[in-house]
């Protein structure tokens, strides 16, 4: 079984200890559909492109993933600020 240690980090970090075992569960449902959806998902963008595009769609989706991420870090950390100066 695969698992990403700084993924474990962050739940133990940002989670409850009651919601911590759901948390880990999550993680692990998520990366093992993952891994038995993902070659099927590859195969026939393949079939349909060429091998080529496996890595295009896959640059796409790690694009949009950036900007998800800064986007909601921005939002985040001006929320933080909001608080931060209300008091």
């Known amino acids: 079984m695969r698992s990403v ?3 474990n980090g962050l739940i133990i970090r ?3 200890s009651d919601f911590r075992g759901r948390a880990f569960s999550l993680n ?3 990366s ?3 891994n038995m959806i993902g070659p ?3 195969g026939m963008i393949a079939s349909v492109w060429s091998i080529h595009g496996i890595f295009w769609i896959t640059g796409l989706i790690l694009l949009f993933s950036v900007a998800l991420t800064h986007t909601l ?3 985040r950390s001006l929320d933080k600020s ?3 100066y209300s008091n």
């Open 73 to 75: 870090t921005e939002i």
């Open 32 to 34: 093992q559909t993952g």
């Open 40 to 42: 099927m998902i590859g």
């Open 14 to 16: 940002y989670t409850t």
């Open 28 to 30: 692990n449902t998520a």
């Open 82 to 84: 909001k608080t931060m």
């Open 5 to 7: 240690h700084c993924l």
